[in-house]
């Protein structure tokens, strides 16, 4: 398994990311996008596959007939050790009893995709690599956030590349990849506190 880790996420112009425990967007470009970057190993010949991370209500949100995500691990985080769920979809009470696990098998990239609650650890998690964020520029009727606000951003992260624009049902979007700058961060984070849930 690498040594780091990486994020997906998609999030609209007031970083909204979900709404009633689904996406507020349609977007099949950025599900086939999703589903290339999380798939593809080029240990796969080796047996290695890819891992997905994500939080118990991520999970759920997922169409019974589409989860587990094929050809991934797939990892939900619960604090509850009772959680049901189907033979081989493995489960951990933290992100880094996660980590730990994944590392005990053929694993090659893990991926954390959401939700907000997980996205918060994961983002100021020392391990925390690449941010693969998909840029949707509207915005749409959210209850969920990424919690990170500009500033943060700013402090946090810096741009490795940016699609083109692109266009579909009516909507730009762009894919945006960043890296995480953990002594930036560190400075930052001596110099001024992060705010809980940020929403710009
Ligand atoms: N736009 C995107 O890219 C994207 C991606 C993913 C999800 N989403 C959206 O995000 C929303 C869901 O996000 P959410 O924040 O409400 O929920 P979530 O992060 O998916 O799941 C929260 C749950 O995860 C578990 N959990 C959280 N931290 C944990 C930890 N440290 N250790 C163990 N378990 C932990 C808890 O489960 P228990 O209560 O069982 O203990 C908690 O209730 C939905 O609207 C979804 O559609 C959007």
């Not at 989860?67 to 951990?92: E, I, S």
């Not at 893990?110 to 998909?134: D, M, N, P, S």
Request: charged share 25%.
């Amino acid at each position: 398994m690498r040594e780091k880790f990486d994020i997906v996420v998609a999030c609209d112009q007031g970083r909204g990311i979900g709404r009633d425990n689904t996406l507020p967007w349609r977007i099949s470009t950025d599900l086939k996008y999703f589903k290339e970057l999380t798939s593809t190993s080029p240990y796969a010949s080796e047996g290695r596959k890819n891992a997905v991370i994500m939080g118990r209500k991520t999970w759920e949100s997922i169409p019974s007939g589409f989860r587990p995500l094929k050809d991934r691990y797939n990892l939900v985080l619960t604090r509850n050790p009772n959680y049901a769920l189907p033979q081989g979809v493995l489960k951990a009470p933290s992100l880094d009893e996660a980590l730990k696990l994944l590392a005990r098998g053929p694993v090659d990239r893990v991926f954390v995709i959401g939700g907000a609650e997980i996205y918060r650890q994961a983002l100021i998690h020392e391990k925390c690599g690449l941010l693969y964020l998909t840029e949707i520029r509207a915005r749409f009727d959210c209850d969920t956030f990424l919690p990170l606000n500009a500033e943060q951003f700013k402090g946090f992260y810096r741009l490795l590349s940016c699609s083109e624009v692109m266009q579909e049902n009516g909507l730009d979007f762009c894919f945006k990849v960043y890296e995480f700058n953990y002594p930036e961060f560190l400075a930052f984070e001596s110099t001024e506190p992060a705010e809980e849930v940020p929403n710009t």
